[in-house]
């Protein structure tokens, strides 16, 4: 039992960030129809803003020390980050919390980079066909990423957590199961929470602002909103704002459980797609739905007991999945009519 | 006035001898030299090399491309000489290599065998390499060797740790430097024993390759022979990055050892996602859980920072040792790079030195010479003590060390150490046990 659990709370973490990822590109596609591949960049793009912050405040200052001589007998450099030279003990919190800090610099960064990349470039491909669509959307999470590997090199870089968010917590004894029975790491729980009040303030903010309510009618019937007079097209551009917001957040928010490089988003690009399309396309309950589904299938498809029987099946789960579903109710689980049918 | 004396017949004759048989032999010594692929025939020889500057090992890529870049400034004479003048063999003179100063060309073998297979043979087409060394991986050094050996062209492997490498996949024209996944099993084992006791149950996270699989054999024996019993090993993919659905279940599986075999940031990634996990502060079976990393470097010590405290494992060489090998191409690689060197870095310097000193004691770059070199060669004054590139299977033997992380490093670069010893002897073993065959050393034309 309790290593079901355990396998339930993992798939819930990862379902987390697939619900993240997906919930953003089904905003894309639901009010601009556009097939966005560069959303999983957009994801990279936000964890890159947690370690562009650490790196700004741990800009260091050199010192010799000559009492002190490095193994190849220079004498030894100390480093110490600008931040603590500063701003002192405040300066060594403000490094200490480094990645929930960052969240202060990436939703402004990441609201102009997908306002930018919507005006810049996407706006000009709303009439042309899908697969125009994915063609200038995927060059462009290429750029994203060469950009990044030219900025921060190739090679994956570890944002460290709060030291008070390190090691596991005993969640079998918040259960009733006795001590050490079921424990789960901190900052998983943490990604966890994080993601399900996300997904919560997106619905709260569709279903209960004014502006919400205009986008969902925008969603329902575009052509009906723009003839009462709302210039529905500015509110459908703030949406991919708040999408790259969403999937930057996301981004944030895992780099102390993977060190983050330049491929990352490619590596969800996929599987992002899998969960909206098993979700079914333009459905924001549904893409959170099949982010959480696969999630905890994966978890469990992982089990040795499970990999005993059919060898592999961790890596096929997700496919197998979405051929499943698609057989079964070809609009994904919660499908909306009309959505890429001819 | 005659014609042809008796005397003069036997100058003639003499001469034509010499003429027709002797001299043309004098001058075709080298006649192999236009029968193989890439023969340097400018005042350059052409080495490659080939490594993963992206993917999982690209770190230890890194490294390796720092090392071979001060290799080839060493034999063409410029800096400190590093390794130059401790080696035994005093062939190099640091004047280049048979005369021809070494020039380079290097390739991203991206951690993937069929990427790397193509950058080398990119190297060897385009580039005109005459060697190619490199590869962080066991699957890309495999697929190189075998690439090497359709083209005649001597590979010299970076960092691959797999049985398979000089086992059942060796080549003919392939040689490895590095110890292997046995090896580490033979020289880990009695220190678990001492360490953790005789009674532990094992628990396997292993890369899905030929490097894993063989790590993964070698540990299970090592450590079934202790006592030890081994839960069902759990296969990963290469470049997972998220480990936590592997790592789940073995909280819950009463296994009382993680044994990770990963290397590069896969190997930093699960180590601290285990430790993540709060794996180090359990207690499973009434004993203290532990993880084990049997195959580590410097640069994932680094990578894992705190979660490599205490964690058992192998390596090929360390900075820290003693000789004055390790001390003297320490200082010369730290005063270029300001670092010190990773055993990649080492064991790629080396292989690169090695393969020109061989050409060198041959007197010829033609590769079934330079083969007859490298077989059986015993070597010493590399940092390994005495060494010996065996030549039925083109495995060097030599001491392996088993590292532990530090508890209390003294500064940045003090991350491990050194705690035992398994003596070459300890860890030479019978080639046939793995099987494989070198094949031929026809030179070939690429």
């Known amino acids: ?342 | 006035m005659a014609l042809l004396t008796r005397r003069r017949l036997l100058q003639t004759g003499m001469a034509g001898i010499i003429g027709t048989g002797i001299a043309p032999m004098m001058f075709t010594k080298g006649a192999w030299a236009q029968e193989f692929c890439n023969n340097p025939t400018g005042d350059t020889v052409t080495f490659g090399f080939n490594m993963p500057l992206t993917g999982a090992y690209a770190d230890e890529g890194a490294d390796q491309q720092r090392a071979l870049t001060l290799a080839v400034e060493h034999l063409n004479g410029e800096g400190d000489g590093g390794l130059l003048p401790t080696f035994s063999s005093k062939s190099l003179t640091g004047k280049g290599v048979l005369g021809k100063k070494v020039a380079y060309v290097t390739g991203d073998d991206q951690t993937k065998a069929d990427a790397g297979r193509d950058s080398a043979r990119r190297m060897i087409e385009r580039d005109g390499a005459i060697m190619i060394c490199g590869a962080s991986s066991s699957a890309v050094a495999i697929a190189e060797q075998a690439l090497c050996q359709e083209m005649g062209v001597i590979y010299m492997a970076g960092l691959t740790h797999s049985n398979d490498t000089t086992g059942k996949d060796k080549k003919k024209y392939g040689f490895r430097h590095f110890f292997n996944a046995y090896q580490s099993g033979i020289a880990l084992g009695p220190v678990l024993g001492e360490a953790y006791g005789k009674d532990r149950v094992a628990y396997h996270l292993t890369s899905d390759y030929t490097w894993g699989w063989t790590q993964e054999e070698s540990m299970k024996n090592a450590t079934e022979a202790l006592g030890w019993k081994t839960i069902t090993p759990v296969r990963t993919p290469v470049g997972a990055g998220d480990f936590s659905q592997y790592l789940t279940p073995v909280l819950n599986s009463g296994a009382d050892v993680l044994i990770l075999n990963h290397y590069g940031f896969d190997g930093v990634n699960s180590l601290t996602q285990a430790v993540q996990f709060g794996m180090k502060d359990k207690t499973v079976n009434g004993k203290k859980f532990e993880i084990v990393l049997p195959l580590v470097s410097d640069l994932m010590a680094k990578g894992a920072g705190e979660a490599m405290k205490g964690v058992y494992g192998t390596s090929n060489w360390d900075w820290q040792l003693k000789d004055a090998a390790s001390a003297a191409f320490t200082k010369s690689f730290g005063a270029k790079y300001g670092q010190p060197p990773s055993q990649i870095a080492h064991t790629s310097y080396v292989q690169a030195l090695l393969y020109a000193d061989a050409c060198e004691r041959a007197g010829t770059f033609y590769p079934p010479e330079v083969i007859k070199a490298l077989e059986g060669f015993e070597f010493d004054g590399m940092g390994n003590g005495p060494t010996l590139y065996r030549d039925t299977d083109h495995q060097c033997f030599k001491d392996v060390l088993v590292v532990q992380g530090k508890r209390a490093p003294t500064n940045q670069y003090d991350l491990l150490d050194v705690v035992a010893t398994a003596s070459k002897e300890s860890v030479t073993y019978d080639p046939a046990i793995f099987g494989g065959e070198l094949g031929p050393d026809t030179a070939a034309m690429c």
Request: proline share 5%.
């Open chain 1, 1 to 342: 039992m309790d290593a079901i659990l355990a396998q339930l709370l993992n798939g819930l973490d990862k379902g987390g960030a697939y619900a993240l990822i997906a919930l953003g590109l089904t905003l894309v596609f639901g009010t601009l129809g556009v097939v966005n591949f560069a959303h999983g960049a957009l994801f990279m793009l936000g964890a890159f803003c947690a370690v562009a912050f650490r790196q700004l405040i741990t800009m260091e200052t050199v010192t010799i020390d000559p009492s002190q001589l490095s193994p190849w007998g220079a004498p030894l450099e100390i480093k110490t980050p600008l931040a603590q030279t500063w701003f002192g003990e405040f300066g060594a919190v403000m490094i200490e919390y480094s990645v929930p800090l960052s969240i202060v610099l990436a939703i402004p960064v990441m609201l102009i980079i997908g306002i930018a990349m919507e005006r810049g470039i996407i706006k000009h491909f709303y009439k042309r066909s899908h697969a125009e669509q994915i063609l200038v959307t995927f060059g462009l999470a290429i750029v994203a990423q060469e950009v990044i590997k030219a900025i921060f090199g190739p090679n994956p870089i570890s944002q460290p957590m709060p030291t008070s968010l390190r090691g596991a917590a005993d969640v079998g004894l918040w259960l009733g199961m006795g001590p050490n029975v079921l424990t789960y790491p901190w900052w998983r729980l943490l990604y966890f929470v994080f993601s399900a009040a996300i997904i919560a303030a997106v619905f709260a903010f569709l279903r209960f602002t004014t502006f919400g309510m205009v986008v969902r009618a925008g969603m329902a019937d575009r052509e009906t909103v723009g003839l009462l007079g709302i210039n529905i097209g500015r509110r459908f551009t703030i949406m991919f704002g708040l999408a790259a917001v969403v999937a930057g957040l996301a981004g944030v928010m895992y780099t102390p459980l993977v060190p983050p490089n330049y491929h990352l988003g490619m590596d969800f690009l996929v599987l992002s797609f899998v969960v909206v399309v098993v979700g079914g396309m333009g459905s924001l309950p549904g893409a959170v739905a099949a982010g959480f589904l696969l999630g905890i299938l994966q978890s469990f498809a992982s089990m040795a007991q499970v990999k005993a029987m059919l060898p592999g099946i961790d890596q096929i789960i997700i496919y197998l999945t979405a051929v499943i579903i698609l057989l079964v109710r070809p609009r994904g689980l919660i499908g909306r009519r009309g959505m890429m049918e001819s």
